[in-house]
């Protein structure tokens, strides 16, 4: 069980090393494309972001009706885009492995939330509402969102860099309609399965193992990048070697 641990706490890591890094290739494409380029690769974000996609299936796994799902979806993406748009032309940033530890958790609210943890383990007669806590949590994933998109070449505070937020923005919007038809896809079939009562324990268990998980992972990014003294070799080095973990398991694995 440790090793499934390790070996999955590393293979998050470096995934994330490299999703929040932006080469000098991928920047000088930034400035020498066009707003279509933003629009990408926000679309790209949301679409690879699992943390992202982990808590919109929390959020959606039990909502039927399109109402519902419109109006909570709406609430998420007002959120993310009130503090994506806002940080982002203000120049507000924070270490965005406490942002993304974060939003880690909010995963693992909405798997406890929707087991009913708050009136099973915490004797409450409700779990808080659902509408206020969505909007905070949108917020939050916007400024992760944030963090990202301050890391590219946007230029000066002028309506050129306006535009490549507002693009961005709407690439995210896109990658999140794209996951979510998915999703509800999936979850339309498995609704239908007479087992449903049994698979939604184990999903929402499987959201709350999953964001404490990357919690973790998150933590020790910070404690990475903030202290990299303490590993005893530069911060390169040390994802490099998650690295050559990684490819030494696989090697072994296939032996």
């Known amino acids: 069980m440790s090793q499934f641990v390790f070996s999955f706490l590393s ?9 929040h890094g932006i080469s000098e290739s991928a920047k000088q494409s930034m400035i020498e494309g066009s707003y279509l380029k933003y629009l990408w690769l926000g679309a790209e974000h949301m679409i690879t972001g699992y943390d992202h996609l982990l808590f919109l299936l929390g959020v959606i796994f039990f909502l039927t009706s399109f109402r519902d799902i ?23 940033t924070a270490n965005y492995w406490l942002i993304d530890a974060v939003i880690a958790l909010s995963v693992c609210y909405k798997g406890f939330d929707n087991n ?7 004797q409450l007669k409700k779990s808080p509402n659902l509408i206020i806590v969505i909007f905070i949590f949108g917020l939050i994933h916007g400024f992760g ?3 990202r998109l301050q890391q ?14 507002i693009s961005f923005n709407i690439g995210v919007e896109i990658g ?3 996951a979510l038809s998915v999703m509800l896809i999936i979850l339309y ?15 929402n268990d499987g959201l709350i193992l999953a964001g404490f998980l990357l919690f973790l ?3 020790h990014g910070y404690q990475h990048t903030s202290n990299p003294d303490e590993f005893g070799f530069s911060k390169d080095n040390h994802i490099h070697h998650h690295l050559d973990l990684k490819k030494s398991k696989t090697k072994h694995d296939n032996l």
């Open 217 to 219: 992972m998150q933590m």
């Open 116 to 122: 009913g943890g708050f009136e099973k383990y915490l």
């Open 189 to 203: 079939y498995i609704r239908e399965s007479k087992f449903f009562k049994t698979f939604s324990k184990v999903i």
């Open 152 to 165: 590219l070449p946007l230029g000066s505070k002028s309506t050129g860099m306006l535009f490549r937020i």
């Open 176 to 178: 999140q309609i794209i």
């Open 11 to 19: 293979f998050l890591f470096v995934t994330k090393v490299y999703s």
């Open 70 to 92: 419109v109006k909570f979806i709406s609430i998420f993406t007002l959120g993310h885009s009130i503090t994506l748009i806002f940080a982002t032309m203000m120049g507000i």
């Open 145 to 147: 969102l944030s963090t």
